[in-house]
């Protein structure tokens, strides 16, 4: 990310967002707009496509709280009219490329130290192509950086959640741009900025002997100025990239839950480790299971004479044979039994049980033989009121 797309893009407008936007509203925005624009959602539209990508590029500033430090900081400073201290744009200077960019001194190769040359820079191009701010000092080696870690959403099934599963995953980030190789110019020659001396810094008086650092506004801090600006990536030296990678989600994940991988995030800058991926697990509904932490439930009709005289009844699992489970007499609907190890994967390697709870099922039409039955038992059974022990405590008796 270069200085120039910190000063003239506004990602607070992207994400459509206030300035003093919290992290959580700022998250919220950008999964409402990633979702809506996202390629898979808008195939063959290259204006969503192109909108993903800037809300990607949004988030990866504001999503991660000291870039977006670095973000509010730059366009303060470039929008408070700075202007270049002594040696400004016009100013020429005598120096030679294989120091600044190199460190040392040239052999026979064009390299550092009679090394292979590469292209007269000795090989520390990369060195100048560092963050926003160079702040450990007046030159122009800059400390490797770390990948922006990226979010992304997935939808599983009810049975690849319990189960696992790996699915595909299409991703954006900022990486070094190929087209012009992260230079920003397009023929991959960029020219030291003149005013600041490659350094993407400039001094100014700060009155009482103390100098003051400020980006230099000539080159946007970069310490190059690309002749020619490479058309991709229009100069900054980054562009964002979209891949497909295959992820392997666990079994047991819950609706809503963050996963993290470590090192599948965006590439790190200047030799860097990648940042990490965090996945937002969404799981859709079953028509018969549902899920309780580690156990699986299921609610199963049984007829009264099986509630009343007990028996055997034969319950579904999910993905595997039926089970069968002993119905006590007289057992009362709304109670739950457990098969064990029949529900979901924990997280080490055991399953949980399945709550199975009994639902009394009352037939809307019966038979002559069945009604008669019926009215017999109630003759039998009269004198036993259910509702009594109902009435003797609402008196408080």
Excluded: W
């Excluded at 509702?387 to 408080?396: E, H, P, S, T, Y």
Aim: glycine fraction near 18%.
């Amino acid at each position: 990310m270069s200085t120039k797309d910190f000063v003239e893009k506004d990602y607070y407008k992207v994400l459509g967002v206030p300035k003093d936007a919290t992290e959580a509203e700022i998250k919220k925005a950008y999964r409402k707009l990633a979702r809506e624009n996202h390629p898979d959602a808008n195939k063959g539209d290259p204006k969503a496509e192109e909108r993903f990508k800037e809300v990607s590029e949004a988030h990866d500033i504001l999503g991660d709280p000291k870039r977006r430090k670095e973000y509010d900081e730059a366009r303060a400073l470039f929008g408070g009219g700075f202007r270049p201290g002594p040696g400004g744009a016009g100013g020429q200077f005598n120096f030679d490329l294989g120091d600044l960019f190199g460190g040392g001194p040239q052999g026979p190769g064009g390299g550092p130290g009679g090394g292979p040359g590469a292209g007269g820079f000795g090989g520390g191009l990369g060195d100048v192509f560092g963050g926003l701010f160079n702040r450990g000092g007046t030159g122009t080696r800059t400390q490797p950086r770390r990948g922006q870690d990226i979010e992304s959403e997935v939808t599983l099934s009810f049975t690849e959640a319990v189960d696992g599963a790996t699915v595909p995953l299409r991703m954006s980030s900022s990486a070094a741009c190929k087209a012009c190789a992260g230079t920003g110019d397009k023929n991959g020659t960029p020219r030291v900025c003149p005013t600041c001396v490659g350094t993407g810094q400039v001094s100014r008086g700060g009155g009482g002997g103390f100098s003051l650092t400020d980006p230099c506004v000539d080159c946007r801090g970069r310490g190059l100025i690309a002749e020619d600006p490479c058309t991709v990536c229009r100069g900054s030296g980054r562009a964002t990239s979209s891949r497909t990678m295959q992820v392997r989600i666990p079994a047991g994940v819950s609706d809503g839950q963050r996963i993290r991988l470590r090192g599948k995030g965006a590439p790190g800058e200047r030799g860097g480790p990648n940042g990490d991926l965090y996945v937002v697990v969404h799981v859709g509904k079953h028509p018969v299971f549902g899920r309780r932490g580690d156990n699986l439930t299921i609610t199963v009709p049984v007829t009264f004479p099986e509630a009343a005289l007990g028996g055997e009844i034969r319950v579904p699992t999910l993905g595997g044979p039926p089970v069968t489970l002993k119905l006590p007499p007289g057992t009362p609907g709304g109670r739950t039994m457990r098969a064990r190890g029949k529900g979901a994967v924990r997280n080490d390697g055991t399953r949980g049980d399945l709550l199975v709870t009994v639902e009394v099922v009352v037939p809307r039409d019966l038979g002559d033989k069945a009604r008669k039955a019926l009215e017999e038992y109630r003759t039998a059974a009269e004198g036993e009121d259910p509702r009594a022990a109902l009435f003797r405590a609402a008196k408080g008796e």
